[in-house]
């Protein structure tokens, strides 16, 4: 079991910065492909980003490519999503999620293929 629990989320302007984190605790965090997914009002659960199990490899949303960038600390079992020049449309509760694939190296995008998930936080931009 990995317990995820995410702190934080807030409210910002749009064009500012805002950081989230997600802790966990349970199984070897550093074993673990780490997530963030995200959920607006009346719409489905969407991919944002997601991080290797070392930190070597980052994908993410073409919506938020070039503005947010995932990391990790696997010394503190925290993933963190840094989040800049903010949209309104970037509004939504933030998920973070862990994932056990076959590999190191291999980030996935799915929300089917993570096993383990955060309470979430909401993140709201405003206008």
């Known amino acids: 079991q990995v317990q995820l629990v995410e702190p934080g989320g807030g409210l910002v302007q749009a064009g500012g910065s805002l950081r989230i984190s997600c802790a966990a605790s349970?199984?070897?965090?550093?074993?673990?492909?780490m997530g963030w997914f995200r959920q607006a009002p009346g719409k489905e659960r969407e991919f944002v980003a997601a991080?290797?199990?070392?930190?070597?490899?980052?994908y993410y949303a073409d919506s938020v490519k070039g503005r947010f960038i995932i990391s990790r600390d696997n010394a503190k079992n925290t993933v963190y999503l840094q989040m800049n020049s903010l949209k309104p449309e970037d509004t939504a509760v933030y998920y973070c999620?862990?994932?056990?694939?076959?590999?190191?190296?291999?980030?996935?995008?799915?929300?089917?293929?993570?096993?383990?998930w955060g309470q979430g936080t909401q993140v709201t931009v405003s206008s």
């Open positions: 999620a862990a994932d056990s694939p076959p590999e190191n190296t291999i980030v996935r995008i799915t929300t089917s293929e993570y096993d383990y």
């Open positions: 349970g199984r070897t965090f550093s074993r673990y492909a």
């Open positions: 991080i290797s199990w070392s930190g070597i490899n980052t």
